[in-house]
């Protein structure tokens, strides 16, 4: 399951203009610890924007054109959660179709897709490397369900990421650990007697509404089945339709506030063994969003 799934998102001053890439300087930002909290959707979105606009600079600065975003919205953050209990947001936006389909024509479409493709090939791997650094020297994390994931240390995302977090390493690191830990309370959330018998009262409600699923996740496993063969403009006033009914369900039974109590439950405790990750992550996330707010001038 998604991580996304159960729940709903001091001034760098003259070196903003500098190459992105280059090693940050290390400016304070003093985070105390009675300030710490996880970032509001929009505000990460607001540094990824700033983001974009350190990677457009310092591929700029290689000889390369690149353009901001695209950064998904509020309401594309919304999409893909276990349950959908906002009516108005169903209403809307279904089960996301307009943000999957959007997400496709950006994949062939955007100027950042098309023109490193239009490049002769020697320059097209000179703009990768630009860009996402070298595969060869790279960061490695551990996660905490297994595995391990890595990043370039080097390349102007890299370059980006260390300017607005002030350390590439201890972000990353910090950031895959934290963010990593839904394999390992997802499971108990949807054994937990609670949620089950929250569950099937939202089951109850949908069959009493022409709409017979077990689970959330069984409308989700018959997406693609239930709108086959159809437009995209009928796909979406059937999936339109049904998310309305889910939604409604969820707020009669309490389903979407039900998942969100038992994940703070469930993560909260599981966070107590990572707290010092957790404490960075924080940490140098408000850090981030105060430099992203020094670069845009907010």
Known sequence: MAAACLTAGCSAGPAATANSEAPPKRDTVAISDRELRDLTIPEEIEIEYAEYALVKECMENKGFSYWVGPVAGVDARKAGRYVIDDVAWAKKCGYGRP???????????????????????????????????????????????????ETPRSGCWAGARARLYGDLEAWFKAKKTVTSLTPLYVPKILADERMKKTVGAWSRCMEEAGRPFASPDEIREKRAANTAGMSSREAQAREVELAV???????????????????????????????????????????????????TGE
């Open 99 to 149: 943000f999957d389909e959007a997400a496709e024509k950006e994949r062939s479409e955007h100027p950042n897709v098309r023109f490193p493709n239009a490049l002769p090939r020697k320059d097209r791997i000179r703009y990768n490397t630009a860009l996402n650094g070298d595969y060869n020297d790279v960061l490695s994390v551990d996660l905490p369900a297994g595995g391990a994931i």
């Open 245 to 295: 009914t889910e939604a409604t369900c969820a707020v009669r039974t309490n389903l979407g506030k039900t998942a969100r109590r038992l994940e703070r439950e469930f993560r909260s405790t599981l966070l107590k063994k990572y707290a010092k990750e957790n404490a960075a992550y924080q940490r140098m996330g408000l850090a981030a969003l105060s430099r992203a707010r020094d670069l």
